[in-house]
């Protein structure tokens, strides 16, 4: 059965002469890749604007919760801080020892084979990134209509939509253009950012003016329960996820040997000083029952000192979201690109557009051994726990991981000629008619890939 790409590609198209000749992408000289485009700005601002999400003005009340004190809760912010920095560390070695995009996925692929790594495939194209790029999305609506209906809940039809249209414009610029995309992502962070800062000044301010008497005992009544430290740094830890975004698009950084960890090295420290400053805004203005029982803290911040400016902050959650899915496409795109490209997910998904290198149909579809020890010793921590205080969602979780093992079998594990003749019809002429719709080939590859094609069979 001839290829999908060359049944597409083979194809020969007539000039205004009347001239036979063949497809420009196929006589073009270009090699046929994604371009390294994302330079050390874009780096940074990718990493900063996935961290930075809607968490930050949401999870502090988790954090809060099952701390019990404005003491802890900060030192539980310092923990999340250098935990996520362990890990960050671990993915900076492994994006510049395998240079490769497609962040855990590539790395587990390298290291245990191709079943572990199509079971984490799976679990982001089933549950991981369709729930977290709708939820996303819908706080993205919530509170972009925020100021239009303060005092009362906004329409469910236009959330909806509102949401539906955010992903879509998002979808469609990184469709155009990475550099479309990167723009996107440093704009939105520098906005976020600025808004925090506005936050954190306020502050400073009231501190400055001696308004600390929420932190005169900072650590009285503090939780001594390790099962409620763990849920508060579980609380802390999802607002310091995304220090792993950079690694899905690392085939299209400039210099990844030096930038990659330079984005990391630079944006870890400025997320957790921000984040702790924050916090400490929080507490000089907002006592503990206003936390406890704001659903957004942020929002309850600026009511209480930004009198007409209030509005700023709900916009500022809006383009926090926007940002975050922003950088979220980027990631799974890039993920769902690779997955195809080495066999696990169909032929389709590893196209790229012939003229502006973008995976079209992928965005569619959308050191030291101390720091890899540690984290790998905290995050057994964070998984024991869940599985004995809340077994049956655990064991849910487990089984939808584990639901991927039929389609590993019949896509990835038999060999071509005995797999259903009807999944092969069916990836050859997806595969096709994409081509034809979308005006993608198949890129080339700097990298060696036959030590990983060897270890998938």
């Known amino acids: 059965m001839p290829l999908p790409w060359r049944i597409c590609y083979n194809k020969k198209s007539k000039t205004k002469n009347g001239k036979a000749e063949m497809d420009n992408v196929a006589d073009t000289s270009e090699k046929m890749q994604m371009k390294k485009e994302i330079t050390l700005l874009n780096g940074v601002s990718l990493i900063v604007g996935n961290m930075i999400g809607s ?7 988790g954090v809060l919760m099952y701390s019990a004190s404005y003491g802890l809760s900060l030192v539980i912010w310092a923990l999340g801080g250098m935990f996520s920095l362990f890990g960050a560390l ?4 492994l994006g510049t020892s395998i240079v490769k995009s497609g962040a855990s996925y590539a790395y587990i692929l390298e290291a245990f084979g191709a079943f572990v790594a199509f079971i984490r495939l799976w679990s982001s194209l089933l549950i991981i990134e369709p729930t977290t790029q709708a939820v996303i999305a819908i706080t993205f609506a919530n509170y972009i209509v925020q100021p239009i209906f303060p ?3 906004p329409p469910y039809d236009a959330v909806r939509l509102i949401a539906a249209a955010c992903v879509c414009s998002l979808t469609f610029i990184n469709c155009v253009n990475v550099k479309w995309g990167t723009r996107v992502q440093d704009v939105f962070t520098y906005a976020k950012v600025m ?10 301010y009231k501190i400055g003016k001696g308004e600390t008497e929420h932190l005169r005992s900072p650590f009285e009544g503090s939780a001594t329960n ?16 995304g220090w792993d975004t950079l690694n899905y698009v690392t085939e299209e950084m400039q210099n990844p040997e030096r930038n990659l960890p330079l984005s990391i090295a630079i944006s870890m420290p400025i997320v957790t000083i921000i984040y702790l400053l924050t916090n400490i805004a929080y507490y000089v203005v907002l006592d503990m029952s206003a936390l406890l029982t704001s659903d957004a803290v942020a929002v309850t911040f600026g009511s209480e000192t930004l009198s007409y400016a209030k509005w700023i902050i709900p916009i500022a959650v809006a383009m926090s979201c926007y940002s975050g899915l922003n950088s979220s496409i980027i990631a799974a795109s890039r993920l769902f690109y690779v997955g195809a490209r080495e066999g696990h997910l169909p032929d389709s998904l590893s196209l790229i557009h012939a003229k502006r290198f973008t995976p079209v149909p992928a965005l569619l579809f959308n050191l030291n051994l101390f720091f890899p020890i540690v984290y790998c010793l905290c995050s057994l921590f964070l998984v024991i726990v869940p599985l004995y205080s809340d077994t049956i969602n655990s064991l849910i979780g487990i089984g939808i991981a584990l639901s991927g093992i039929p389609a590993y079998y019949l896509g990835v594990y038999l060999p071509a000629e005995k797999r259903p003749k009807c999944l092969q019809w069916l990836s050859v002429t997806t595969t096709k008619y994409i081509q034809m719709l979308f005006y993608c080939a198949l890129s080339d590859l700097d990298i060696d890939m036959e030590p990983t094609a060897a270890k998938s069979k």
Do not use: D, K, N, Q
Not at 195 to 204: D, E, F, P, T
């Open 151 to 153: 005092h009362c809940e």
């Open 55 to 61: 968490g930050i003005f949401v999870s502090p009340r």
């Open 226 to 241: 390790p099962g409620m430290i763990a849920l508060a740094l579980y609380s802390a830890l999802f607002s310091y996820s």
């Open 90 to 93: 671990c993915y900076a070695e």
């Open 195 to 204: 808004a925090l800062i506005l936050v954190i000044s306020v502050g400073l």
